[in-house]
């Protein structure tokens, strides 16, 4: 059982976590970064089948490397921004240098073969390997929280661009670039919502009571 | 900041929380399901377009419901095992009674339209709308776990029996169904590494160092 400050504790961590896109250049200690990374390997996952890898990037010539792979898609995004000249100048100002500011970048993978031909569960809702392997991703971020660091989730970036660049196999899946770090501020709101980008939604309408689209009438 | 008493209940929810299958029929006071849904719509989401929703059941008759579609799943399933006559017995002894016995199921959906056509970030990976659905997942699950109470994540089932019975709309995704309750006994092991299913892996064996494959040398 967790006394009331430590399930405070874990409340406080989900509503502080946020994503950061500048960070300090100052190293981390690696017993901090293993922590972190066993707190992500602590995750669910259908089958028990642990499809995460974890590739712990800190040379700067891979950073590099990783950055212009980002920088590329971000400028090929921005051109399906380009009709909506207040989100195409907010897309362009979405910082990538986190990737080489940040002390470490983590690439994690999904391998969806792992656990043989018919992981338990995953035969009826195959993308159980990614919702799996997003919690162990959602483990680090709030573990880096608690740690006193900061986490960007970058998901702009081809693939096999990604694959070229860590040698990762065809057939292995790298779903998120993830740099932790310092960072000198911490916003209380997510950089979408103060960009104007996005709001967040009112909770009661994304829960519903027996079935879709009934509200609770409590 | 975090003190490093908070810090270490973060990292005891992380490992405490198990996969539960055996629920007590004692109901939970609303308000807790509430901070639990509360912390699942604060996960991170990509773009912010926060895809999740969360359909509460509580009524018997649609616990039924799903039970039936999930046993149906499970004795389908269970023919991809029958080869192997200590995975079969393992796989047909898993309880799918916690639909019936916990007091709440929360069908997790995911809305891959939500947030228009261009949604920052899932341009490039559009699987992010289903990982920032399981990182909600996730939050769900560990704050359930510093309320004392247990969760059991099911994916045996055909996507269309659970649309039909909760009228969910064909382009949403019913991406699992989370059973939350009291349990007698909260396992210090994953039900699958007691079943000697799977083990967890060497943390050594998913971390590697610059690129795939490579160990770190510390």
């Not at 960070?23 to 390997?41: G, N, V």
């Not at 057939?171 to 670039?177: D, G, N, Q, S, T």
């Amino acid at each position: 059982m967790f006394s009331s400050q430590q399930k405070e504790a874990i409340y406080q961590v989900i509503k502080t976590r946020r994503d950061i896109r500048s960070f300090l250049r100052d190293s981390i200690p690696i017993e901090t970064l293993y922590r972190i990374l066993e707190a992500a390997h602590y995750a669910p996952s259908v089958g028990f089948m642990q499809p995460w890898n974890f590739i712990i990037i800190s040379s700067d010539e891979v950073k590099k490397q990783l950055a212009w792979a980002a920088d590329k898609e971000r400028r090929a995004l921005s051109i399906h921004y380009e009709d909506d000249n207040n989100r195409a100048e907010t897309f362009l100002s979405l910082k990538i240098e986190g990737l080489i500011d940040a002390p470490y970048t983590i690439c994690v993978t999904c391998d969806p073969t792992r656990g043989g031909s018919h992981v338990l569960g995953r035969n009826s809702i195959p993308e159980t390997d990614i919702m799996s392997t997003a919690c162990a991703i959602q483990n680090m971020m709030l573990a880096a929280c608690a740690e006193g660091l900061a986490t960007g989730w970058v998901s702009f970036y081809k693939k096999n661009d990604i694959r070229d660049i860590l040698a990762i196999p065809p057939h292995i899946e790298p779903v998120a670039l993830l740099s932790i770090g310092y960072t000198e501020h911490y916003p209380t709101k997510p950089i979408l919502e103060t960009a104007n980008w996005e709001k967040r939604r009112n909770i009661n309408t994304v829960i519903f009571y027996e079935k879709w689209g009934k509200h609770p009438t409590t």
